[in-house]
Nanobody, 127 residues
Framework: QVQLVESGGGLAQAGGSLRLSCAASGGTISTYAMGWFRQAPGKEREFVAAINWSSEYTYYVDLVKGRFTISRDNAKNTVYLQMNSLKPEDTAVYRC????????????????????WGQGTQVTISS
C-alpha cells in the first residue's frame, strides 16, 4: 500500500513561487503515473498536472501551463510541483495522486476512488 504525503505549501504573495513535494512510502512509485490536483473552497476538485512513470510525458491544465512544472525523482520516490508566477486564484488544497500504469493524460480524469491519494497541503496566495 502506497502512502503519499504532500509538503511545501504555505503562504506566498502573488507573483511568487512555491515548490510542492509528494513523498511516497510503502512501495515504489516508479511504475505509477503521478498527478497533482487542487480544490478551492466551494469549488470542484481540479486537475493541475501529471507526469508518466518515466518523466517522458507531462500534461497540464491550460490555466497553469507556462507557470507550473511537474517533475519526479523515482530514486527518491518523490514528485514535485514547481509553481511560479502564482496568482490568488491558485489558492487551494493541493493533493497528489498515483495510479499504476496510467498515462499522464489519463491522470487528468482519474476516478478519485482509484489509485492512491495524499491528504493535501494548503497553498494560499495573497494579492
Amino acid at each position: 500500500q502506497v502512502q503519499l504525503v504532500e509538503s511545501g505549501g504555505g503562504l506566498a504573495q502573488a507573483g511568487g513561487s512555491l515548490r510542492l513535494s509528494c513523498a511516497a512510502s510503502g512501495g515504489t512509485i516508479s511504475t505509477y503515473a503521478m498527478g497533482w490536483f487542487r480544490q478551492a473552497p466551494g469549488k470542484e476538485r481540479e486537475f493541475v498536472a501529471a507526469i508518466n512513470w518515466s518523466s517522458e510525458y507531462t500534461y497540464y491544465v491550460d490555466l497553469v501551463k507556462g507557470r507550473f512544472t511537474i517533475s519526479r525523482d523515482n530514486a527518491k520516490n518523490t514528485v514535485y510541483l514547481q509553481m511560479n508566477s502564482l496568482k490568488p486564484e491558485d489558492t487551494a488544497v493541493y493533493r497528489c495522486a498515483a495510479k499504476r500504469f496510467a498515462t499522464a493524460q489519463a491522470m487528468a480524469s482519474i476516478n478519485p476512488t482509484l489509485g492512491y491519494w495524499g491528504q493535501g497541503t494548503q497553498v494560499t496566495i495573497s494579492s
